[in-house]
């Protein structure tokens, strides 16, 4: 049971727009930046999004970050084939349990 | 960013030590300018942190795994590395090195080995 939750998946129609949420609490999202990740089928995860909604160099703007108090959202817009993956998104947790939390992951089928 | 690379045994016996390496170029693991961690996804599963070194020395270890977590450095041959015993089969998984800026936040890893899969078995 991850301490982030995500939904386990998700689809949408080619060059449609999807969004994938992440819920937390106030000891994780709630005080802390998210970061996203794609991981497309036998690679390693990417970084999409720090910071909440900042992109990495060579990350297209097809890709964005929100958050809204313990709630952190990635949108994607343009859907191409090659986005289907599985998306984490990660925070730090500052509770006694202190450490990196990842949430459990969202499939994305391109339809 | 860096370039990571992992290494080690394929197939660790329970009981026993899974030991595994991360060989860093394009930048100093002796520097403070990266955190530099290990993250492991068990087959079919999400990802899971399991820790980082910092500085040469400041570690920091998932709660859960905290018992059986050691991350150490080896500045001379540019290398971290992963202790973890006593090994279960619960730990089999695809291990990452990732490393991570140091910067105003955290769980930002720009730089990831391509992984290796740990199987605890007898």
């Known amino acids: 049971q991850s301490v982030l939750t995500q939904p386990p998946s998700v689809s949408a129609a080619p060059g449609q727009k999807v969004t994938i949420s992440c819920s937390g609490s106030s000891s994780n999202i709630g005080n802390n930046y998210v970061s996203w990740y794609q991981q497309l089928p036998g690679a390693a995860p990417k970084l999409l999004i720090y910071e909440d909604n900042k992109r990495p160099s060579g990350i297209p703007d097809r890709f964005s970050g929100s958050k809204s108090g313990t709630s952190a959202t990635l949108g994607i817009t343009g859907l191409q084939t090659g986005d289907e993956a599985d998306y984490y998104c990660g925070t730090w947790e500052s509770s006694l349990s202190a450490g990196g939390v990842f949430g459990g992951g969202t499939k994305l089928t391109v339809l | ?122």
């Not at chain 2, 290990?38 to 709660?63: A, F, M, V």
């Not at chain 2, 619960?90 to 890893?109: H, I, K, L, Q």
């Open chain 2, 1 to 122: 960013q860096v370039q990571l690379q992992e290494s080690g045994p394929g197939l660790v016996k329970p009981s026993e030590t899974l030991s595994l390496t991360c060989t860093v170029s394009g930048g100093s693991v002796s520097g403070s300018s990266y955190y530099w961690n290990w993250i492991r996804q068990p087959p079919g599963k999400g990802l899971e942190w399991i820790g980082y070194i910092y500085n040469s020395g400041s570690t920091k270890y998932n709660p859960s795994l905290k018992s059986r977590v050691t991350i150490s450095v080896d500045t001379s041959k540019s290398q971290f590395s992963l202790n973890l015993s006593p090994a279960t089969a619960a730990d089999t998984a695809v291990y990452y090195c990732a490393g991570e800026p140091d910067s105003n936040s955290w769980m930002d890893f720009d730089s990831w080995g391509q992984g290796t899969l740990v199987t605890v078995s007898s």
